[in-house]
């Protein structure tokens, strides 16, 4: 697939630095707000998606997020949500993650997040402490399941979507969020459930919640093994 070049997005209150993530769902811009706080914007084009319809339903999923986000503390606040005056994107401001080696001091240059597999990675082998081993999974559980309690499902829990705030494990990558029993096909190779993750039935809004749990069980928690 051809590499889209596009300009650098204008967010209000905002100046947007550099691009530090993207995937098929949007592009992650590490941007400097108005008090000197750094953040993180996700950027979702409308040329992405196949119609209008998708993109729709896409926003309307941050929204109902935005709010519940805030709620739980191991989930990635979100603290604003907008669109483009041409209609062309909408984008969301996020808590920023922590550097991978330098935590809270953030250099806008060599910036690097810090994931659960960054941190895999950075240190093959070793093994995590049980009791971080604990408290990474607790966490995480319990965040997912106050998103479904509010009605709503991750679709693409895996390590990288995991990053870490002041220390502490947070679940992110929350565009991907959509209402339970929503009749979508997202995820990530090695990551969706063995019986896929298409919808389809009274049981969807159980099954959405067993597929996020499925894709948490396949994290690669370091020292798990």
């Given amino acids: 697939m051809p590499v889209k ?8 209150d905002h100046e947007v630095l550099r691009k530090i993530g993207g995937g098929a769902y949007g592009e992650v811009w590490l941007a400097r707000g108005v008090t000197g706080a750094m953040r993180a914007v996700k950027v979702v ?24 986000s805030r709620d739980h503390p191991a989930l990635v606040n979100i603290l604003h949500v907008g669109r483009s005056p041409d209609g062309l994107f909408y984008y969301y401001v996020m808590q920023l993650g922590d550097d991978l080696r330098t935590g809270r001091e953030i250099n806008p240059i060599e910036y690097e997040p810090r994931t659960l597999r960054a941190d895999h990675h950075q240190g093959p082998g070793e093994r995590w402490a049980t009791d971080e081993c604990i408290d990474v999974g607790l966490r995480l559980a319990e965040a997912l399941h106050h998103l479904h309690e509010s009605g709503l499902a991750h679709r693409d829990v895996k390590p990288s979507n995991v990053i870490f705030v002041n220390g502490r494990a947070k679940l992110a990558d929350i565009g991907l969020v959509a209402a339970r029993g929503q009749r979508t096909f997202v995820g990530t190779e090695g990551f969706v459930p063995p019986e896929g993750n298409f919808p389809g039935s ?5 099954q959405d919640a067993l597929r996020d749990r499925h894709r948490q069980g396949s ?3 370091p020292g798990f093994a």
Wanted: glycine share 4%; charged share 40%.
């Fill in 5 to 12: 070049i596009r300009p650098n997005p204008s967010i209000p």
């Fill in 45 to 68: 084009w409308r040329e992405d998606f196949e119609d209008e319809r998708g993109f729709e339903r896409e926003f309307e999923g941050i929204l109902k997020f935005e709010p519940i």
């Fill in 202 to 206: 009274c049981l969807q809004p159980r």
């Fill in 219 to 221: 994290d690669e928690l």
